[in-house]
Nanobody, 125 residues
Framework: QVQLVESGGGLVQAGGSLRLSCAAS????????MGWFRQAPGKEREFVALISWSGGTTYYADSVKGRFTISRDNAKNTVYLQVNSLKPEDTAVYYC??????????????????WGQGTQVTVSS
């Protein structure tokens, strides 16, 4: 089994920044890639960013390009999401997720095997 634990969320004013972290553990942790998703109240969980575990290739949702940066530390089994220039519409619970295989679509939440419990990000205007 794989356990993912997010941290770093909080309340921030518009224009502010946060650094979200996701620490992974478990004997079977060997992902193809790690992703971040978010879910606002009353909305579907949506893709935010992905990073491949070996090569570090990244993908971003159009809504966060240029403001968010995903990175990883393989030695610590940790993935980060630096979120800058935050907007009220970025308010959501942010989840990290792991996918073991390169199957399906990187933006499809159903193609991820493991999920963290989420961390709340609230942006005030």
């Amino acid at each position: 089994q794989v356990q993912l634990v997010e941290s770093g969320g909080g309340l921030v004013q518009a224009g502010g920044s946060l650094r979200l972290s996701c620490a992974a553990s478990g004997r079977t942790f060997s992902p193809y890639a790690m992703g971040w998703f978010r879910q606002a109240p009353g909305k579907e969980r949506e893709f935010v960013a992905l990073i491949s575990w070996s090569g570090g290739t990244t993908y971003y949702a159009d809504s966060v390009k240029g403001r968010f940066t995903i990175s990883r530390d393989n030695a610590k089994n940790t993935v980060y999401l630096q979120v800058n220039s935050l907007k009220p519409e970025d308010t959501a619970v942010y989840y990290c997720a792991s996918r073991t295989y390169n199957i399906g679509s990187y933006y499809n939440k159903n193609d991820y095997n493991y999920w963290g419990q989420g961390t709340q990000v609230t942006v005030s205007s």
